[in-house]
């Protein structure tokens, strides 16, 4: 059971900075719309640049493919988060809510490589709580944009602690990077985890316990 709202060993935690609502990890501010032909040109040059020859059948339209494929791996940059938190709904509910094995899938910045994983996302209300299918979408918003894993988690942690005005918010991802899986390293295989406990989860130990052990069941 998580301690109650005034129980002794939280008194401590109400003034604590993690226990507050965090402000937005960034104000948001939409992108420029995906300059299709831009990324043509660039993608046509890249074919040239490794000695292939972009007007042989096969690759005729490849520029054009890859365009449109980067305007929906990257359209986190025109989605504002906000627009998943504005129906929230007015519950005396004080008890842990976690979604688990949230499919998700990103670009990871450093060689606009994919790493692909499952987020599970736990939190714990003040009043209030979100759809399900929001917290999804929340974490498909942060990671339909160039990234790191370790950003991310943070990213998706904070906004809800802030958004939700939540006593606490646990975030866990587990993903495959192709950047280390397919070069570099190469190790297939490889699953990378990062965490972001704020609030009560990093203040109380037993609540951290307790959604570690939803996580792990």
């Not at 929230?88 to 509910?93: G, I, P, S, V």
């Not at 949230?102 to 209030?128: N, T």
């Not at 950003?151 to 904070?158: D, G, M, N, V």
């Not at 602690?161 to 918010?169: F, I, K, W």
Request: net charge neutral; glycine share 6%.
């Amino acid at each position: 059971m998580t301690p109650t709202e005034n129980s002794p060993e939280n008194m401590n935690n109400q003034t604590s900075p993690d226990t507050q609502a965090r402000p937005h990890p960034s104000d948001f501010t939409p992108h420029p719309p995906v300059d299709l032909p831009r990324i043509q040109a660039a993608v046509r040059e890249i074919l040239l640049a490794v000695g292939e020859d972009p007007d042989r059948e096969g690759l005729l339209n490849t520029p054009d493919r890859v365009a449109r494929m980067y305007a929906e791996l990257f359209a986190g940059l025109r989605q504002d988060p906000r627009q998943h938190t504005q129906k929230a709904f007015h519950e005396n509910y004080d008890e842990i809510v976690l979604l688990k094995d949230i499919p998700f899938y990103s670009i990871c910045e450093h060689h606009l490589l994919p790493f692909v994983g499952h987020a599970h996302v736990g939190y714990l209300p003040r009043g209030q709580v979100i759809g399900v299918s929001k917290l999804a979408r929340i974490v498909s918003a942060f990671a339909r944009r160039p990234q790191m894993q370790e950003r991310l988690t943070t990213q998706i942690a904070e906004f809800l602690m802030a958004e939700m005005n939540a006593r606490g918010v646990a975030v866990v991802l587990q993903a495959t990077h192709t950047c280390m899986t397919i070069r570099g390293a190469q190790r297939p295989g490889a699953a990378m985890v990062t965490s972001a406990m704020l609030g009560i989860f990093r203040k109380d130990a037993r609540s951290r316990a307790e959604v570690l052990s939803l996580l792990k069941s």
